[in-house]
């Protein structure tokens, strides 16, 4: 099943926001001002909503923040929200499963395809407990709704704008360097995609560039996400993009320290190093997180799969490029137009593994042509 997203995202709407408030396991509600995007106006009904975040937690600055924003709008709302935070893989099923024993959640969220697997058998023993997975496919299970926004879409737009960015971006320090690179948080079909993705983003805009690749192993683990990164740009890479969670926190901080550049994802993370993150992807993840929340808490819920591209919503995928003091080019931004035009009216598959990488180019060309 494919729909459209239902919020427009600009350059630099989304944000990622210093976290207070519910732990594991704990219930939190703010009065807090918040504005609702894309949600339905009617008030929510009765019910709580639970809320698991991947292994890397709150505080990442990325994946699990951006999720964490569209419940912060409901607890905003008036909606009681219960949060728990997994150290590991093999905690989700145990914490799903306790959720769902109490009964009292109109659905019960979790985050990342690490939760799929937990999830499916969680959801065959309580059939009318309702569940949502970002990123993951549980494929069709009447009471999961799996939510993916094309990772590829956005990993291409990121790739191509380092690639510009490296070719006329005019960054202090670049000093001829034609490499650059992608440090993902595990080596999983995901991950794969996305940095395979970021590589034929950059090699079309940009064939002359080598693209390096590193995995860190984990979603919390900055110190070896800042080594994978410090030993790019010691290769020669002039900007470095983190795909990794909380463990890209390192890739942010490598850059910060030897002066060259780096991406963000997952939330406009550009001020954490405003001098060295040249900007951010974001996707609409708050926005699907807060939307199912209310379908179900309206007793609107559907499951089954969705997919979420370009073609689908052509602001599906962005770059925040605000909140940071690099200047980009007005010929960089008018390529990244044109880029995004191409996502939408994309004719040949972005390849989800490195094989198919020279494929794909030799087939599409480059921007030049």
């Known amino acids: ?34 504005t609702t995007v894309g949600a339905t106006e009617a008030a929510p009904a009765a019910g709580k909503i639970a809320f698991v975040t991947g292994t890397g937690g709150l505080g990442d600055k990325s994946f699990n923040d951006l999720g964490y924003e569209g419940i912060k709008r409901l607890m905003a709302a008036g909606v009681t929200c219960d949060v728990a935070e997994p150290s590991a893989i093999a905690e989700m099923e145990g914490i799903l499963r306790n959720f769902s024993e109490k009964g009292e959640y109109a659905l019960i969220v979790g985050m990342g395809g690490d939760m799929v697997d937990s999830m499916v058998k969680v959801a065959a023993d309580y059939p009318d407990q309702n569940y949502l997975v970002i990123d993951g496919s549980a494929g069709d299970v009447k009471n999961i709704r799996s939510v ?24 202090p320090g670049a000093d001829g360097r034609t490499s650059i690179g992608v440090v993902g948080g595990m080596d999983i079909p995901l991950i794969r995609g996305i940095q395979t993705a970021y590589e034929c983003g950059a090699r079309y805009v940009n064939p002359g560039l080598t693209v390096q690749k590193a995995f860190v192993g984990g979603w919390s683990d900055p110190a070896t996400g800042s080594e994978l990164a410090t030993g790019m740009f010691e290769n020669g890479a002039l900007i470095v993009f983190q795909a990794a969670g909380g463990s890209g926190m390192g890739v942010l901080e490598a ?5 060259l550049y780096a991406i963000g994802y997952d939330g406009n993370q550009n001020g ?22 209310l379908d179900a808490l309206a007793g609107k819920f559907v499951g089954g ?13 962005q770059i925040a490029l605000t909140e940071n003091n690099i ?9 990244l137009e044109k880029i995004k035009a191409f996502l939408v009216e994309a004719k040949v598959a972005i390849p989800t593994e490195p094989e198919g990488i020279e494929a794909y180019l030799a087939e599409v060309g480059s921007l030049a042509d």
């Open 272 to 293: 954490i190093a405003p001098d060295n993150i040249i900007g951010s992807g974001v996707r609409g993840l708050d926005a699907e997180v807060e939307n199912a929340s």
């Open 255 to 259: 850059a910060q320290k030897t002066g």
């Open 148 to 171: 993916i926004i094309n990772q590829e879409d956005t990993a291409f737009l990121v790739g191509a704008y380092a690639g510009l960015m490296a070719l006329e971006g005019n960054l």
């Open 305 to 317: 799969d969705i997919s979420i591209t370009m073609k689908d919503e052509n602001t599906a995928a």
């Open 327 to 335: 200047e980009v080019p007005q010929t960089v931004l008018d390529k």
């Open 1 to 34: 099943m494919k729909r459209k997203l239902t919020t427009v995202l600009a350059f630099g709407v989304v944000c990622a926001y210093a976290l207070t408030g519910c732990g594991s396991g704990t219930s939190a509600t703010t009065a807090a001002p918040a």
